[in-house]
C-alpha cells in the first residue's frame, strides 16, 4: 500500500519525540494546512436521534433505522453508506435491547476491526500512517490501565462475539491500547462531546502548551488550521490537553495518558503558572504550605465532582460547586484556575436549571480569566464568548449579546475556517437579533 502523502506536509524524525510533521512551506494564521477523514468512528449514544450516525449532521427530522430504531439518518443514502458499520450493532442492540451499552472505545474498536478486515488498500485517512503503525505504548501501561484494557475486550466479546471475529487477545491489547493513545473525541462548536474517531495522519502530530495549529471537526472530517505563522520546515504542534492547567498538571496528565513529559517552552519556563494559580491578597500573606494544601483539596475536590455527576441531582452539584468555591476563595483568588474550572461547572449546571441569572454571574468570571490564560484563538474561549452572547440575549441584554457573539464569530472563522456550517449558522444568529 503505497503512501499518497499530503501537500506541504512531510513526516520527519522530530528530534526526542519521535516521529512527527512538518511544512514544506508557508502557512498563515487560519489556513487550512490539510483535511483527514475519520479511518472509523462512533456516535455518542446520548446524541442519537439528534445527530446524522453517518456525516453527523445535526438537523430535525431524522429518519430512524426501521429494524433497531436507534440509529438516526439524514436520508437513505446516508443510511446505506453508514450499513457496513451499524450492522455490527444493529442485530446485537435487538438482542440486548435494554442490556446494550458496550462503551464508546469498545463500539470504536469492534468498526475498527471490521475496516481492517475487509481493507485491500490504504485508505484516505493514512497517506502519511497506516492504522496499524501507530504508537501503542504497551510496554508503559500500568495495571490499571492493563485491568481497563481487559475490561474493554470483554466487553467486545459479550456485546459482539455473535456478530464478528476477533484477531488474538495481544492484537486486541494492541489495538485498544493504540485507540487509548489517539483517538480523538469529536466535538461541536460548543465543545460537546459528538462521538470518537481516528485519525491516523493527525495522530502523526506532536504536542505542544504552545501549538501552532488546531484540529476542528466538519462532519466526521478532522481539519487542520494554522493558530499562528508557520515557516517552511517548522514542525507542527497540536495540543492534546486543556491548556488551561498549570505545567504540573499538565504534566501529569500527557504521562498519564500519552506516557511523555512536555519541554516546550512553557513547560520550561512556566512562564503562566504564577497567574494560573493566583493567590488572594490578603494582610496576612498566604504561606506556601496554605497554597499546597488548598490545590491538593481543589484537586480532589475536582475528581469528587466528575464522579458526582453520574450520582447525585444538579441542586446537589451545585450545591458542591458553591462550597467548594467558598473554601477555595479563602486562599485562591477567583481568576484561579481551580476555582474557575469550578466556576464554568457551576455556570454548566445553572444553563441546565435554567437559572440563567446564576449562569451569567458565574459565566462573566470565566470569561473574564479565559481571554488572558487561554491562546487568543481558543475553542474554550469562543465557545464561553458564544453561551454568554446568547445567555444575555436571553435575558434582555441584546446588543452586550451580539458582542459577545460577534467575538466568538471572529475566533471560530480562524479555527473552523470561514466556509463552515457552524460560521454560517452563527452569521444567520447574529443577523436575525
Same mark, same amino acid.
Given at each position: 500500500?503505497?503512501?499518497?502523502?499530503?501537500?506541504?506536509?512531510?513526516?520527519?524524525?522530530?528530534?526526542?519525540?519521535?516521529?512527527?510533521?512538518?511544512?514544506?512551506?508557508?502557512?498563515?494564521?487560519?489556513?487550512?494546512?490539510?483535511?483527514?477523514?475519520?479511518?472509523?468512528?462512533?456516535?455518542?449514544?446520548?446524541?442519537?436521534?439528534?445527530?446524522?450516525?453517518?456525516?453527523?449532521?445535526?438537523?430535525?427530522?431524522?429518519?430512524?433505522?426501521?429494524?433497531?430504531?436507534?440509529?438516526?439518518?439524514?436520508?437513505?443514502?446516508?443510511?446505506?453508506?453508514?450499513?457496513?458499520?451499524?450492522?455490527?450493532?444493529?442485530?446485537?442492540?435487538?438482542?440486548?435491547?435494554?442490556?446494550?451499552?458496550?462503551?464508546?472505545?469498545?463500539?470504536?474498536?469492534?468498526?475498527?476491526?471490521?475496516?481492517?478486515?475487509?481493507?485491500?488498500?490504504?485508505?484516505?485517512?493514512?497517506?502519511?500512517?497506516?492504522?496499524?503503525?501507530?504508537?501503542?505504548?504497551?510496554?508503559?501501561?500500568?495495571?490499571?490501565?492493563?485491568?481497563?484494557?481487559?475490561?474493554?475486550?470483554?466487553?467486545?466479546?459479550?456485546?459482539?462475539?455473535?456478530?464478528?471475529?476477533?484477531?488474538?487477545?495481544?492484537? &486486541?491489547?494492541?489495538?485498544?491500547?493504540?485507540?487509548?493513545?489517539?483517538?480523538?473525541?469529536?466535538?461541536?462548536?460548543?465543545?460537546?462531546?459528538?462521538?470518537?474517531?481516528?485519525?491516523?495522519?493527525?495522530?502523526?502530530?506532536?504536542?505542544?502548551?504552545?501549538?501552532?495549529?488546531?484540529?476542528?471537526?466538519?462532519?466526521?472530517?478532522?481539519?487542520?488550521?494554522?493558530?499562528?505563522?508557520?515557516?517552511?520546515?517548522?514542525?507542527?504542534?497540536?495540543?492534546?490537553?486543556?491548556?488551561?492547567?498549570?505545567?504540573?498538571?499538565?504534566?501529569?496528565?500527557?504521562?498519564?495518558?500519552?506516557?511523555?513529559?512536555?519541554?516546550?517552552?512553557?513547560?520550561?519556563?512556566?512562564?503562566?503558572?504564577?497567574?494560573?494559580?493566583?493567590?488572594?491578597?490578603?494582610?496576612?500573606?498566604?504561606?506556601?504550605?496554605?497554597?499546597?494544601? =488548598?490545590?491538593?483539596?481543589?484537586?480532589?475536590?475536582?475528581?469528587?465532582?466528575?464522579?458526582?455527576?453520574?450520582?447525585?441531582?444538579?441542586?446537589?452539584?451545585?450545591?458542591?460547586?458553591?462550597?467548594?468555591?467558598?473554601? =477555595?476563595?479563602?486562599?485562591?483568588?477567583?481568576?484561579?484556575?481551580?476555582?474557575?474550572?469550578?466556576?464554568?461547572?457551576?455556570?454548566?449546571?445553572?444553563?441546565?436549571?435554567?437559572?440563567?441569572?446564576?449562569?451569567?454571574?458565574?459565566?462573566?468570571?470565566?470569561?473574564?480569566?479565559?481571554?488572558?490564560?487561554?491562546?487568543?484563538?481558543?475553542?474554550?474561549?469562543?465557545?464561553?464568548?458564544?453561551?454568554?452572547?446568547?445567555?444575555?440575549?436571553?435575558?434582555?441584554?441584546?446588543?452586550?449579546?451580539?458582542?459577545?457573539?460577534?467575538?466568538?464569530?471572529?475566533? =471560530?472563522?480562524?479555527?473552523?475556517?470561514?466556509?463552515?456550517?457552524?460560521?454560517?449558522? &452563527?452569521?444567520?444568529?447574529?443577523?436575525?437579533?
Amino acid at each position: 500500500m503505497k503512501s499518497e502523502g499530503i501537500a506541504g506536509i512531510e513526516q520527519f524524525a522530530s528530534p526526542g519525540k519521535g516521529r512527527g510533521l512538518r511544512v514544506s512551506r508557508a502557512y498563515g494564521v487560519g489556513e487550512l494546512l490539510f483535511s483527514c477523514p475519520a479511518y472509523s468512528y462512533v456516535l455518542s449514544v446520548k446524541e442519537r436521534g439528534l445527530i446524522c450516525e453517518q456525516c453527523f449532521t445535526r438537523k430535525k427530522g431524522l429518519a430512524k433505522c426501521g429494524k433497531c430504531k436507534k440509529a438516526f439518518y439524514c436520508n437513505v443514502n446516508c443510511q446505506k453508506k453508514n450499513w457496513p458499520m451499524h450492522k455490527l450493532e444493529c442485530n446485537a442492540m435487538c438482542t440486548f435491547g435494554e442490556s446494550w451499552c458496550p462503551s464508546e472505545t469498545v463500539r470504536l474498536v469492534a468498526r475498527i476491526i471490521s475496516r481492517l478486515r475487509d481493507q485491500k488498500e490504504r485508505s484516505p485517512s493514512e497517506k502519511l500512517l497506516l492504522l496499524k503503525d501507530m504508537e501503542a505504548h504497551m510496554e508503559d501501561l500500568d495495571n490499571e490501565k492493563r485491568e481497563m484494557t481487559e475490561a474493554h475486550i470483554a466487553g467486545l466479546h459479550h456485546f459482539y462475539s455473535k456478530h464478528m471475529d476477533f484477531p488474538d487477545h495481544q492484537a &486486541l491489547l494492541t489495538l485498544f491500547s493504540q485507540v487509548h493513545c489517539n483517538g480523538f473525541t469529536v466535538e461541536d462548536e460548543e465543545l460537546s462531546n459528538l462521538g470518537l474517531a481516528i485519525f491516523p495522519d493527525i495522530a502523526l502530530m506532536n504536542h505542544s502548551c504552545c501549538p501552532n495549529v488546531i484540529i476542528t471537526y466538519k462532519g466526521v472530517n478532522a481539519e487542520v488550521r494554522a493558530v499562528q505563522e508557520i515557516s517552511p520546515g517548522q514542525e507542527i504542534y497540536t495540543s492534546y490537553i486543556d491548556l488551561l492547567y498549570p505545567t504540573e498538571d499538565r504534566i501529569e496528565k500527557l504521562r498519564d495518558v500519552y506516557y511523555f513529559s512536555c519541554d516546550c517552552k512553557e513547560c520550561t519556563t512556566k512562564s503562566m503558572d504564577k497567574v494560573k494559580m493566583k493567590v488572594r491578597k490578603l494582610r496576612d500573606k498566604i504561606s506556601q504550605k496554605d497554597t499546597r494544601d =488548598m490545590v491538593r483539596y481543589a484537586r480532589n475536590t475536582m475528581e469528587d465532582f466528575r464522579r458526582a455527576k453520574h450520582e447525585k441531582s444538579p441542586a446537589e452539584l451545585l450545591e458542591m460547586c458553591e462550597l467548594s468555591i467558598d473554601k =477555595m476563595s479563602t486562599v485562591f483568588d477567583d481568576s484561579n484556575v481551580y476555582i474557575l474550572h469550578m466556576m464554568y461547572q457551576a455556570m454548566g449546571i445553572c444553563l441546565y436549571m435554567e437559572n440563567y441569572d446564576g449562569a451569567v454571574r458565574y459565566g462573566e468570571k470565566v470569561m473574564k480569566s479565559y481571554t488572558v490564560l487561554y491562546p487568543a484563538h481558543s475553542l474554550n474561549i469562543a465557545s464561553m464568548y458564544m453561551k454568554m452572547g446568547r445567555l444575555y440575549i436571553v435575558l434582555d441584554r441584546k446588543s452586550t449579546g451580539i458582542s459577545s457573539l460577534q467575538k466568538a464569530l471572529a475566533i =471560530m472563522e480562524v479555527v473552523h475556517g470561514k466556509d463552515h456550517i457552524y460560521v454560517k449558522e &452563527l452569521k444567520q444568529e447574529i443577523c436575525g437579533q
